[in-house]
């Protein structure tokens, strides 16, 4: 997808540019480390392609793509703080090179500085850009909250996981889809389509995230096999698992379940489960699902079917990805 490297050539050249040159360097360098790993950088790319969608100037959007891609890698220093995790984009997490207390820090720091991103934008566009920006943060956090409750609790519903999923990666999506649209000056009614959209295809984006943690090829994904697994995390492949299982199988989830331990019995015995009961095609089938309700969204908005093929070719995109 040629559009897709262009605007990945964009925000890279941005962090190029803006990359911490501030001291302390043991609080700096771990920000620039996880920043220059990359990955998809899908959402600062998000925030490009709506602004270019409603004709905007795409240097009044750099900054604030920016703010949306540090604000990213933020939740993620702290997410693998959280979930004890030793790789992330197949490198070593910043809280396994330089300790608990600089991975929060550095974490706290990527978080100020995306809010000084939005500095330059004209009053109006500001003061929406950052009431979005700072109410996905809060959704984001109570969407975290909720995972790891999930751990403990014992029911969990779908439409609990799907609020979520919902909170913790969809708004994001929606959000800088939206920012791009208002930095635009697009009208209410096609930000909030396109709002809708991102939200539709960050839900995809998630369960394809649970579906990879098992099914995908560890060297491509960049993270520990089955983590979900032993995190007792309840994600869609565990809720459709317990849907579908027969009582014994049940009775085998809850008994691994109640245990946070590396024993690869308790992988092998999950994801035989997992197996038996079909959730791999199950789950695809819902990524497929919400990539439609999405794209329902998207032909609600009065443009060019032209100017949209780009996101259609996105959010089929997460459908196909193998990491």
Known sequence: MEFLDRYQQIVADAINKYTFKDKPSELYDPMNYIISHGGKRLRPIMVLMACDLFGGDLKQAIKPALAIEFFHNFTLIHDDIMDEAPLRRNKPTIHTLHGINVGILSGDGLMLKAYKFFEDLEPEIFKACIR?????????????????????????????????????TGVLSASSFEIGALIARADFKDAKA???????????????????????????????????????????????????ATEEERKELDYWYSKKTENVDKV????????????????????????????????????????????????????????
């Open 268 to 323: 092998y015995g999950v994801e035989k489960i997992f197996r038996r009961t079909k959730v791999d095609e199950k789950a695809l089938r819902l990524i497929e699902k919400h990539n439609e309700i999405g794209q329902s969204y998207l032909k609600k908005i009065d443009i060019p079917e032209e100017k949209k093929k780009p996101f259609i070719e996105l959010a089929n995109y997460l459908l196909r990805r193998e990491s």
């Open 194 to 244: 396109i709002f809708n959209f991102g939200k539709h295809i960050g839900i995809a984006f998630q369960i394809m995230d649970d579906y990879l943690d098992v099914f995908g090829d560890q060297a491509q994904f960049g993270k520990k096999h089955a983590g979900d697994i032993y995190e007792n995390k309840k994600t869609v492949l565990y809720l459709l698992a317990r849907e579908h």
């Open 132 to 168: 979005i920006f700072t109410h996905t943060g809060l959704l984001l956090c109570e969407g975290q909250q909720y995972d790891i409750n999930f751990e403990t609790q014992e029911n969990v519903t779908f439409d609990d996981y799907i609020r979520m999923i919902t909170y913790k």
